[in-house]
């Protein structure tokens, strides 16, 4: 080996540099790396948010769960606890307005009406909860199913602009073709690292609304059964 091999072998990098393939790439490929890059970014901004925010949502409707099935004064509660952030609160609030609206007189004409309406309005409510909290995990879907795409895009288009290269210095070494490939490649590498840990998130996070969306129609169906009970005294 040469002088000028020893030292060419020496130079070189010894692990791929995430900072150079960016800087080296086409403009249009460091285009879909940034974007990805924010997409990511994006990603572990709600996954953070999310985790907090269910967390405390858990945690403020098993506590009014508990002291609702204890109260003597639903007024009471509802004045100290109403103004909260708490799921399970505007679901008793929602089954308690439609019974204040229907018992006025203290007579009911059609009692298996007011027990549909009371299910229907309770039902509606535990949907928009869920619906609520469902909205911020579009993102994640949006970024897991497009991402790799989008990634598989920038790779596609580095590995043309590579052929583009091998046509214009009429070189087709791999000296030449593997910079380009590994910058095109990095595309998709990105695109997988912010679509997988959106998808795993969805995933997770589904399944926890859906199990906050169970706890809080059980909580309406028992209040039901509650006020079902107590229609039967009028």
């Not at 040469?2 to 070189?12: E, M, P, Q, R």
């Not at 399970?88 to 006025?104: F, L, N």
């Not at 004409?109 to 039902?123: C, Y």
């Not at 795993?200 to 399944?207: G, L, T, V």
Request: proline share 2%; aromatic share 8%.
């Amino acid at each position: 080996m040469t002088d000028l091999s020893l030292l060419a072998a020496a130079g070189a990098p010894s692990r791929l540099n995430p900072v150079q393939l960016f800087l080296d790439a086409d403009i249009v490929v460091q285009a879909v790396m940034l974007g990805l890059l924010l997409a990511s970014v994006w990603t572990w901004m709600i996954i953070v948010s999310f985790s907090l925010r269910m967390t405390a949502v858990k945690k403020r409707c098993r506590d009014y769960e508990e002291d609702f099935w204890q109260t003597d004064n639903f007024d009471a509660l509802m004045k100290e606890r109403g103004k909260k952030d708490i799921a399970s609160a505007r679901v008793a609030t929602a089954g308690m307005r439609e019974w204040r609206h229907s018992v006025k007189g203290g007579r009911v004409a059609d009692r298996d009406g007011l027990r549909q309406r009371l299910a229907v309005t309770m039902e509606s409510q535990v949907a928009a909860e869920a619906d609520e909290l469902s909205n911020r995990l579009n993102f994640l879907a949006t970024v897991g199913s497009v991402a790799p795409f989008v990634g598989l895009f920038g790779t596609v288009w580095g590995i043309m602009n590579s052929f583009f290269q091998i046509g214009q210095q009429q070189n087709s070494s791999l000296a030449v073709v593997a910079p380009g490939i590994s910058e095109a490649l990095f595309a998709t590498a990105i695109g997988l690292f912010a679509a997988i840990p959106a998808v795993i998130a969805y995933n997770r996070f589904s399944h926890a609304v859906n199990g906050l969306e169970g706890r809080l129609q059980r909580f309406a169906d028992r209040f039901h059964a509650s006020l079902s009970r107590e229609l039967e005294t009028l």
